[in-house]
């Protein structure tokens, strides 16, 4: 396993030194349900000043979109959920992540899986490489790569507090016992998908530190594993990875302890990174994109900083958002050099408001 971790890392590195080679400028929006005609969502984003839509796989899958996207001038990325897999985890339930409490890593449709699982990795990797030849994608974003935490609803007054830890399933722990290599293998009994709270108890209480470390260490050895898989089927592809949109030391470094995020490990293997910068549906108010860029770049070389920003509320349960808001957000997020993502197009169908808003301030960026 060591052999082809090296493997893996040697030729990550290579190919990394080529990730961030696409010196398009980006102004994009994500799609995650088709509303109208595929080809008038073409149409209304060329209008916008948009050049790249991210979509999920029922969107791509829409031939007249493709079409339209090609007619246009318009590249789209596919969004692919890496670690949150309901379909998997209805195939194999011991796959859910789980929590000190026994837990599973759910939140409504959401299910996701334990990163440790290198069976569902290599399974994962397939899909991604028939969905990539059969949808033609200009590009890739790799969504849900951390561990399980809905992080849109942590109080930024507060963070994360008493938030359940991911994952103590029993390929996390075998894992971790194996990278770390402390002396707990014989605590692990043969045959069977248990990890005995005991166990469990002393990983948390005594080896806190190294569980933290090596959680983040797992994350990066699959950013390793599926980047350059990607790579090396479809060596021009672009990839980019979704963030937290939290700084490193935030929360207590809650970022790298509880997501499992170090974005500057992360980074090297990705052509982009895209914080998911929502500051209403995270409370975080105005000015607050600008302060988060401003810390990331200590962590993100700036060409590969791709902020997503929130174009208003996603339904009645959601914060509002000002007209104002949305303004100051867009002029900060537009300083990036790789450009921006919009969170989503739907939301601007029908808001002339901040339809004129978007094209006056990205339109003829």
Request: glycine share 6%; net charge neutral; hydrophobic share 40%.
């Amino acid at each position: 396993m060591k052999t082809v971790l090296s493997a893996l890392w040697l030729l990550s590195l290579i190919l990394s030194q080529e990730a961030g080679r696409h010196p398009r400028v980006i102004r994009g929006a994500k799609v995650y349900r088709a509303v109208r005609d595929p080809r008038d969502l073409v149409r209304f984003a060329k209008s916008l000043g948009l050049n790249t839509l991210f979509v999920g796989d029922q969107l791509a899958a829409s031939l007249p979109f493709r079409q339209e996207c090609q007619k246009a001038g318009l590249q789209y990325f596919l969004i692919i959920r890496i670690f949150n897999d309901p379909e998997a985890a209805a195939d194999d339930a011991t796959m859910i992540s789980v929590d000190r409490e026994g837990r599973q890593g759910r939140r409504g449709d959401d299910v996701m899986i334990s990163p440790a699982r290198e069976d569902f990795r290599r399974i994962k990797r397939e899909r991604i490489r028939a969905a990539i030849e059969r949808l033609k994608p200009d590009g890739v974003t790799l969504d849900y790569f951390r561990y399980f935490i809905y992080w849109e609803g942590v109080d930024p007054k507060t963070g994360p507090l008493n938030f359940p830890a991911f994952s103590f399933d029993r390929a996390s722990v075998e894992d971790f016992v194996r990278a770390t290599g402390l002396p707990l293998k014989p605590d692990l009994p043969p045959g069977t998908q248990e990890v005995p709270r005991a166990l469990i108890d002393r990983i948390w209480n005594h080896h806190r530190e190294a569980w933290y470390r090596w959680r983040v260490e797992r994350l990066v050895e699959d950013a390793q594993e599926f980047t350059s898989f990607i790579r090396q089927q479809f060596p021009e592809l672009p990839i980019v990875l979704h963030a937290v949109p939290w700084t490193r030391d935030e929360f207590g470094g809650a970022r790298e302890k509880i997501v499992g995020q170090d974005l500057r490990r992360l980074a090297p293997f990705f052509d982009y990174v895209s914080p998911m910068e929502y500051s209403a549906l995270t409370r975080r108010g105005p000015g607050w994109v600008e302060r988060l860029n401003r810390n990331l770049v200590a962590e993100v070389p700036a060409a590969k900083l791709l902020p997503s920003v929130e174009v208003g509320p996603d339904g009645p349960q959601f914060p509002l958002m000002s007209l104002e808001d949305y303004e100051s957000d867009l002029i900060a997020a537009r300083k990036a050099s790789a450009g921006l993502v919009l969170y989503h197009l739907e939301l601007l169908l029908d808001d002339p408001a901040r339809q004129d808003i978007t094209k006056r301030l990205i339109g003829g960026r």
